[in-house]
Nanobody, 121 residues
């Protein structure tokens, strides 16, 4: 089984930076991992992902500002968020699945509890 624990959320001023981390336990090899976010009253949206092979991608809304990376030795997924905007305010979730050829923006098996990010204007 896989467990995911996010950390690093908090309150930050617009234009600031924050780095989220997701520590995985259980199956951590040959997995695709991703970040999603959900604002109050909104649906959960894809933010970015990194495949087991190392390739990464981010959603258009955060392109140029957010970067997804992973440290396999530490079983940790990161989301570096720069130039934060109020619209980035949301609960951010880490997700994992067995490595797949499918679209990285959907169909994940395991989820973390989320970490809250609030960006003030």
């Amino acid at each position: 089984q896989v467990q995911l624990v996010e950390s690093g959320g908090g309150l930050v001023q617009a234009g600031g930076s924050l780095r989220l981390a997701c520590v995985a336990s259980g199956r951590t090899w040959r997995t695709d991992m991703a970040w999603f976010r959900q604002a109050p009253g909104q649906e959960r949206d894809f933010v970015g992902a990194i495949r087991g092979g190392g390739s990464s991608a981010v959603a258009e809304a955060v392109k140029g500002r957010f970067t997804v990376s992973r440290d396999s030795a530490k079983n940790t997924l990161y989301l570096q968020m720069n130039s934060l905007k109020p619209e980035d305010t949301a609960v951010y979730y880490c997700a994992s699945r067995i490595q797949s050829l499918r679209d990285v923006s959907r169909d994940y098996t395991y989820w973390g509890q989320g970490t809250s990010v609030t960006v003030s204007s």
